[in-house]
Nanobody
């Protein structure tokens, strides 16, 4: 079955950087669109970034555009999220998700990882 395992979360000071990774298995990774979402305590899940199978098309949420970069390695079935200039409001559990086509809509994604916690201190 499809499995997505996130890693790379942690505690970082405001202005710092983190790189999240999501390792996928049980699917044809190189034909799938991948995305990152996040959910802060008491808030709804929010779109962060998405990338199509070829890496030629990427989408970003308004709050992270210019600071975060999504990338993928189709040889290693892994997607990354490079997060720079982190802010306390970026604190959330970050989830990766997979679907056949690229979308910023949460309900388009069928498979999700367990999430990794990112905490940004002020």
């Amino acid at each position: 079955q499809v499995q997505l395992v996130e890693s790379g979360g942690g505690l970082v000071q405001a202005g710092g950087s983190l790189r999240l990774s999501c390792a996928a298995s049980g699917l044809t990774f190189r034909s799938a669109a991948m995305a990152w979402f996040r959910q802060a305590p008491g808030k709804e899940r929010e779109f962060v970034a998405a990338i199509n199978w070829s890496s030629l098309t990427t989408y970003y949420g308004v709050s992270v555009k210019g600071r975060f970069t999504i990338s993928r390695d189709n040889d290693k079935d892994t997607v990354h999220l490079q997060m720079n200039s982190l802010k306390p409001e970026d604190t959330a559990v970050y989830y990766c998700a997979v679907d056949r086509r690229l979308s910023a809509r949460e309900d388009e994604y069928d498979y999700w990882g367990q999430g990794t916690q990112v905490t940004v201190s002020s």
